[in-house]
């Protein structure tokens, strides 16, 4: 598998990404909007009944080892970012060649 190989050679980007199974922690997905680099989703954590945004980041096909380098990129750059007027970055997530991107989301 693709990302495997690559967290392998960059041991700082397994760190990156959590373990858990992204489908079993949120439900009631439903596409609020989409764009060049992915959709993003309302949806609901089953943990605690949170309301948040998840943005699905596809890294299959054409460019795979571009895309990826986009998602440590914009994992990389939530994680530092601090401002009362954006989101909170919450986590990012594995499943089938897709990054879920987890912030939650202001005024939902």
């Known amino acids: ?6 967290l392998e050679k960059d ?17 009631d ?3 609020i909007g989409h764009g060049s680099f992915g959709a993003v989703y309302f949806a609901r ?4 009944n949170e309301v948040v945004a998840i943005k699905k980041m596809s890294y299959s096909g054409k460019q795979t080892n571009e895309k990826w380098q986009d998602i440590i990129k914009e994992v990389k750059f939530l994680q530092k970012l601090r401002h ?3 989101i909170e970055y919450r986590g990012c997530y594995l499943k089938e060649h897709t990054a879920w ?3 939650p989301p202001q005024g939902l």
């Open 11 to 27: 041991p700082d980007a397994a760190e990156l990404f959590c373990k858990d199974d992204p489908e079993k922690l949120f439900a």
């Open 101 to 103: 991107v987890r912030p």
């Open 29 to 31: 997905l439903r596409e």
């Open 45 to 48: 954590d089953v943990r605690n």
């Open 84 to 86: 009362p007027n954006t």
């Open 1 to 6: 598998m693709f990302f495997r190989s690559s």
